[in-house]
């Protein structure tokens, strides 16, 4: 059976009216035979958990905190959504998909789905398998994903941060922290960077993109998960201010750069 075979006839977007599930909800609907189900609990549904529950494929793109997807969980599960034989699939950058999983009935249907953003345009999606996640799920997910023009990259050890912000979260860190000390300055620790190993964005600047709050909260989920995590992965206090401060970056026009 080819991926096109396989393609859900509707997928519930829970979170769509955010940045990556907005992302991810637009790619979606250009999947032919794919009817798209936005639901989030700020406004921006097409039909509430009504809806949601026709779909045989849900994508939950809420922020990244285990306590607000786990009371996503509880209502998907409430609402008659989880049924047998649909897919759960977490957005998580970087929380574990075993620790997921075990808050779902059906922890053989959940897997984790990372997209980057913005969504569409990033061609790759992080597939994450937790303990329990069936062949059959990891099967219809990378489906999904090729359906989508994305490229699956199979994560086989679910650890705290994957492989993207495993790598991505200590060196932007590492870059705050290269300011706090006074090493450099904002637009040299960037520019030397940009220009010396030619990455399209500083990592300050890519701070910023992703949002200062993600950032701090994937730091925090390495520190915690990972062998030797206090001395390796300990957030940047001045990552810290900065989100004490309410400066996230892009989407509160101000992070460490100021934004129209």
């Known amino acids: 059976m080819s991926w096109r075979q396989t393609v859900p006839r509707v997928v519930g977007v829970v979170g769509a009216a955010g940045q990556m599930g907005a992302g991810i909800a637009e790619v979606l609907e250009r999947v032919a035979g794919c009817r798209v189900v936005r639901h989030d609990i700020a406004g921006g549904s097409t039909g509430g958990w009504e809806a949601v529950r026709e779909a045989e494929f849900i994508i939950e793109a809420v922020p990244e905190s285990l306590s607000v997807k786990q009371s996503v969980f509880d209502v998907l599960e409430g609402a008659g959504c989880l049924r047998d034989g649909v897919v ?44 329990q996640t069936s062949a059959a799920t990891l099967a219809r997910t990378e489906a999904l994903a090729q359906a989508m023009g994305k490229q699956p990259a199979r994560c086989v050890h679910d650890s705290p941060g994957f492989v993207s912000n495993r790598v991505l979260m200590p060196y932007i860190n590492e870059a705050v922290e290269t300011l706090r000390e006074g090493v450099a300055s904002r637009d040299d620790i960037d520019r030397i960077m940009k220009l010396g190993t030619r990455v399209p964005m500083g990592p300050l600047a890519l701070a910023d993109f992703i949002g200062l709050d993600t950032c701090l909260a994937i730091m ?32 509160t026009k101000r992070g460490f750069y100021e934004y129209p």
């Open 88 to 131: 759960l699939a977490s957005n998580t950058s970087s929380i574990s998909i075993t620790k997921l999983a075990a808050l779902t009935p059906r922890p053989e249907q959940f897997i984790g789905m990372h997209f980057f953003n913005p969504v569409p345009r990033m061609e790759v999606v992080e597939v994450v398998c937790g303990l």
């Open 220 to 251: 925090r989920v390495l520190e915690a998960g990972l062998p030797g995590g206090g001395a390796r992965y300990k957030p940047s206090p001045l990552l810290v201010k900065y989100v004490d401060a309410g400066w996230l970056g892009r989407k």
